[in-house]
């Protein structure tokens, strides 16, 4: 019933859709976003590269000190040995960053720190370790060779090499590898933009229920490569709900998300809105939980419509939404980690259904952690989820089964 005492008219599920099928055709409609943008490499961790790094310079870009020590004529060492050092006079120190103010000549050797520009006419370096020092006098109490504790030009990067491809995704070393061109801007490709649309006149205001949908959707975008921009909660009417997608979609929205509204109450219109609006590939999952989802377009730009139930809604959003976003984000398949424990105890399923059942994993075991639909903490005090296929009634306590981690 509804709060005026008016009955409400329910709307079933006449069919439902195997969760690879829905798979599949959310995967489908994945579109990699072509459009890009500039940013700075402090803000490039975890962007999509969209043009190729080629260098335009050696890297390093001279002859370098592998070691704290000397730079020498390796020849001048010839022989050297503890009991028979070689004696050559210091002529000045190259600390990093600096460039020695003059060529060294056979006799002679240069104080140099790692790192440092090798002197011209220097050929190696002998560690500090393998030296004695007195005045300008230095002892060398062993032999080196030609380029010898040298790291040599272009060892890193060599000009005109192709450093990194479009697609790859940034991390540290591959921003340190961009910096390290002198590059301070990068172009990647641009993030998908997600509206999110909560529904539902019973999601206004402290007091009443609480809009939990949208912070979890928000951190899930985030996480998988999109940028989240949640709207205001629409009421359940087919009109305002209606009017707030030609809005966001108007803002140049890449996907949106209602939250709510895909069940089979009277006032669960997402379907309606997509069918008026654009087109419905599926309404129904065969899952649990999760069951009532939507998917369509609207125009080109694709629609999820999940369920109001927070553990449903989040289950879901890991299912089809991260896929979709991997997708158009550029991004790589979201890969996930999985232990196989056996069963604490019985794990009963639902007939007709995918179930997810989320666990903890406890002394070893596979220990359940779901409430309900609507309860958060069905998967916030979870450590992953198991899977009972569609048509399997039930895991029996000690059964091996796959963990999927969260």
């Given amino acids: 019933m509804t709060g005026d005492g008016r009955g409400t008219k329910m709307r079933p599920f006449r ?11 959310v995967g489908e409609a994945a579109r990699p976003l072509d459009r890009t943008v500039r940013v700075g490499l402090a803000a490039a961790n975890r962007r999509v590269l969209a043009a190729r790094i080629v260098a335009d310079r050696d890297v390093p870009p001279f002859d370098r000190a592998a070691m704290d020590g000397y730079a020498v004529v390796a020849a001048d060492t010839s022989g050297a040995g503890p009991q028979a050092p070689a004696e050559l006079r210091c002529v000045g120190t190259v600390h990093t960053g600096e460039v020695a103010t003059r060529a060294l000549v056979r006799g002679e ?12 006419g220097a050929d190696a370096v002998v560690m500090v370790e393998q030296t004695d020092r007195r005045g300008d006098a230095v002892e060398i109490s062993t032999s080196v060779h030609a380029r010898q504790h040298v790291g040599r030009r272009g060892a890193d990067i060599e000009a005109g090499q192709t450093v990194l491809q479009p697609g790859d995704v940034l991390t540290p070393s ?11 801007e990068v172009d990647v490709y641009d993030r998908p933009r997600v509206g999110i649309v909560s529904t539902g006149d019973e999601i206004v205001a402290p007091g009443q229920i609480y809009d939990i949908n949208r912070f979890t959707l928000g ?23 209606g009017a707030a997608v030609d809005a966001i979609i108007a803002q140049g929205t ?18 309606d809105v997509l069918r008026e609006k654009g087109n419905v590939a599926f309404h129904g999952i065969a899952v649990k939980p999760g069951k009532p989802t939507a998917f ?5 730009t694709p629609v ?26 550029h991004l790589p398949p979201h890969r996930t980690r999985t232990v196989t424990v056996p069963a604490a105890h019985r794990f009963a399923s639902v007939g007709g259904r995918h179930q997810f059942y989320s666990v903890r994993v ?19 005090q979870a450590d992953g989820y198991i899977e009972i296929p569609m048509g399997v009634d039930a895991v029996e306590k000690g059964e091996p089964v796959d963990v999927t981690l969260f």
Avoid: W
């Fill in 304 to 329: 999820l419509g999940m369920p109001g139930y927070p553990t449903s809604c989040l289950s879901n959003a890991y299912l089809l939404l991260v896929p979709l976003l991997r997708r158009m984000a």
């Fill in 296 to 300: 369509g377009h609207i125009g080109s």
């Fill in 15 to 25: 069919e439902t859709i195997p969760i690879d099928e829905a798979l599949r055709i």
């Fill in 362 to 380: 406890v002394d070893g075991s596979a220990v359940g952690a779901f409430k309900a639909s609507g309860d958060i903490t069905s998967m916030s």
């Fill in 219 to 241: 951190a899930v975008i985030g996480e998988h490569g999109g940028t989240a921009a949640a709207h205001p909660i629409t009421g359940d009417s087919i009109d305002a709900l």
């Fill in 254 to 271: 890449d996907v949106l998300v209602f939250s709510g509204g895909s069940s089979v109450g009277e006032r669960d219109l997402t379907r």
């Fill in 109 to 120: 050797c240069i104080q140099i720190a790692t790192g440092a520009p090798l002197p011209d």
């Fill in 174 to 184: 591959r921003v340190g590898s961009i910096a390290a061109l002198g590059i301070a």
